[in-house]
């Protein structure tokens, strides 16, 4: 799959507009995610702080474990943004779950408020990854 660059700058926008729906009390730090499924379906996400901050929830994992209870197997492309002067990066803990539903194939666009954006795959994020292949 390939996108064009108005694909790519609609999808940041609308990540963007759900920058606002954080629940971010404690870092004031919002990041939302935009992730496409294998089946074309869009499924959205926002960091949701606790006070036990163990509890918090990335965007990133917040899309996919929605994605996940919608029939989601795979993603297509994952859209990630925040209030950042550069495209934002997840962190580690969110890495291995984006790995555990992508492949080759799967593109991640990581981007900031200012729809400055980078392409990335799995592999430049986690190189040497652990997956299922792995265990077999």
């Excluded at 926008?13 to 089946?39: C, G, M, R, T, W």
């Excluded at 803990?93 to 990581?110: G, N, P």
Aim: negative net charge; contains cysteine; glycine residues 4%.
């Amino acid at each position: 799959m390939s996108l064009n660059e108005n694909e790519i700058l609609s999808y940041i926008n609308e990540v963007n507009l759900l920058l606002k729906n954080a629940y971010v009390p404690y870092s004031q730090f919002p990041v939302a995610a935009l992730l496409i499924d294998d089946n074309g379906c869009k499924h959205k996400g926002v960091n949701v702080e606790n006070a036990s901050f163990g509890l918090t929830i990335c965007a990133e994992r917040n899309a996919i474990t929605t994605a996940i209870t919608e029939n989601m197997k795979k993603i297509k492309v994952l859209v990630i943004t925040g209030n950042t002067p550069e495209p934002i990066s997840p962190c580690g803990a969110c890495r291995q779950v984006i790995r555990e539903f992508s492949d080759k194939d799967t593109i991640i666009i990581l981007a900031n408020k200012d729809n400055k954006y980078k392409i990335a795959s799995i592999e430049e994020l986690l190189p040497y990854s652990f997956s299922a292949e792995n265990l077999e």
